[in-house]
């Protein structure tokens, strides 16, 4: 079945630690996107990317990372310079184009002790 | 980028029709209205999207004002597995690269379906 993958649900990890977390699509979509939720809150974009070797950053890209190095990978790195790095992340593919729905993967929920 | 604004929270009746409010007041003329809705921390659920004309699918319906500033999503018939976080979504183009977009979430409507 298409969809997107995302690895691993559920991640703890030290301050000062970097973090990487996976997202994998099957779906030959162009784009993806990174999104931050806090608890009780909407989605934040952290970074988006268009096509291979390409990215953009969105609203809140300071202390986070992205590659894509392949069409259907986009990883996601919260480094130790991300101060409140504790939130639930969502990655999202969509098909470029006049009128491309975003679909979702299932989300991983990082928490720093 | 333009901006969504949705009422925090609603409450419905079952069986009764579910209207969800959002203005969108700076939206542009080739911005696209996305509906999206959440269910307790998982990924956001696709319902609809439109442009300038009413849209209408096996989910919801979406009315769009004439002058694009306002949007209201429509579930005819609520049942309490509707019970989620409605998103209302501005897709943003990206200027400097064509057929790149952003999508922008505004904080969301708590819908809750009453028995």
Redesign the interface.
């Given at each position: 079945d298409g969809g997107?993958t995302q690895s691993p649900k559920y991640l703890f990890r030290k301050e000062g630690q970097n973090v990487t977390l996976s997202c994998e699509q099957n779906l030959n979509h162009d784009?993806m996107?990174w999104?931050r939720?806090d608890p009780g809150?909407?989605?934040?974009?952290i970074y988006?990317s268009?096509i291979v070797n390409d990215f953009?950053k969105?609203d809140i890209a300071e202390g986070y990372s992205v590659s894509r190095e392949k069409k259907e990978s986009f990883p996601l790195t919260v480094t130790s310079a991300q101060k409140n790095p504790t939130a639930?992340y969502?990655c999202?593919s969509?098909i470029?184009?006049s009128?491309?729905?975003?679909?979702?993967?299932?989300?991983s929920?990082l928490t720093v002790l | 980028d333009a901006k969504t604004t949705q009422p925090t929270s609603m409450d419905c009746a079952e069986g009764r029709a579910a209207n969800l409010p959002c203005n969108h007041s700076t939206i542009s003329g080739n911005e696209?209205v996305?509906w999206?809705r959440q269910i307790h921390?998982?990924?956001?659920?696709?319902i609809i999207?439109g442009?300038k004309n009413n849209e209408t699918n096996e989910m919801a319906s979406l009315i769009i004002t004439e002058d694009r500033k306002s949007s209201t999503l429509i579930l005819p018939h609520a049942t309490l597995r509707d019970t989620a976080v409605y998103?209302c979504i501005v897709r943003v183009a990206?200027l400097e690269?064509s057929?790149?977009?952003?999508?922008?979430?505004?904080?969301?409507t708590r819908l809750k379906v009453l028995a």
């Open positions: 997107i784009a996107y999104y939720q809150q909407g989605l934040r974009l988006y268009q953009q969105g639930f969502l999202a969509s470029s184009g009128s491309g729905e975003l679909f979702f993967g299932e989300g929920r | 696209y996305y999206y921390s998982q990924g956001p659920q696709y999207h442009l998103y990206r690269t057929g790149t977009y952003k999508y922008i979430f505004g904080t969301g």
